[in-house]
């Protein structure tokens, strides 16, 4: 059996949706593939200590101009080959996003189009949706295009909102209800994909 599809996951915060793929692999559910790498752009983000706890190699790269170059030099020592974005509040460019075409995917709160693009990350996404009133949000995981939130939708589930919900309650709803369901069966999809293109 090849090799299976090596993933990093960038990360800036607590880590919750990098536990979802820890936990996923852990059973089973990544079966074509292998979280490699961790990378933080914040020193103190909890989800280094998950990855430690987890045998995972976690490093830290500070957020400056050459942020990508030393990312870029980090995923090569790994062998990474696909990229999941877990929480990671910093864009990237359209150049490093073109170098793993296809191949970088993202988890957002909310059922896009609504609620997404520059200014919606974390919270914000779900006080504007408690804001406008809408019954029904979500999360989608999606291919990462240069354009924020715009590539291809590789999965939704949808969540409702209840009357007494707050941007806090809400968030936590939808990372149990969809977060956590989607993005590892997304990160799988696209490890199978790459696996299977190796075998070519």
Request: glycine share 12%; proline share 4%.
């Amino acid at each position: 059996m090849l090799n299976k599809t090596r993933i990093a996951v960038l990360v800036s915060g607590g880590g919750t949706n990098l536990q979802a793929l820890i936990d996923a692999e852990g059973r089973g559910g990544l079966p074509h593939g292998s979280i490699a790498l961790v990378v933080s752009n914040k020193a103190g983000a909890y989800a280094l200590e998950r990855a430690k706890n987890a045998g995972i190699p976690g490093v830290f790269i500070p957020g400056g101009p050459d942020f990508e170059s030393q990312l870029e030099r980090t995923l090569a020592e790994y062998g990474v080959e696909m990229i999941v974005l877990a929480g990671f509040l910093r864009i990237l460019s359209a150049g490093f996003i073109e170098s793993f075409k296809g191949r970088i995917i993202n988890v957002h709160p909310s059922l896009i189009p609504s609620f997404c693009g520059m200014g919606f990350y974390g919270l914000k996404v779900h006080e504007a949706a408690l804001k406008r009133g809408v019954k029904v949000t979500g999360a989608t995981v999606h291919i990462v295009t240069a354009e924020a939130d715009a590539g291809p939708i590789l999965l939704q589930k949808a969540v409702e909102i209840c009357a007494d919900d707050t941007p806090e309650t809400l968030q936590r709803r939808v990372m149990e209800q969809a977060e956590w369901i989607l993005l590892p069966k997304a990160a799988e999809m696209i490890a199978e994909k790459i696996y299977l293109g190796k075998e070519q």
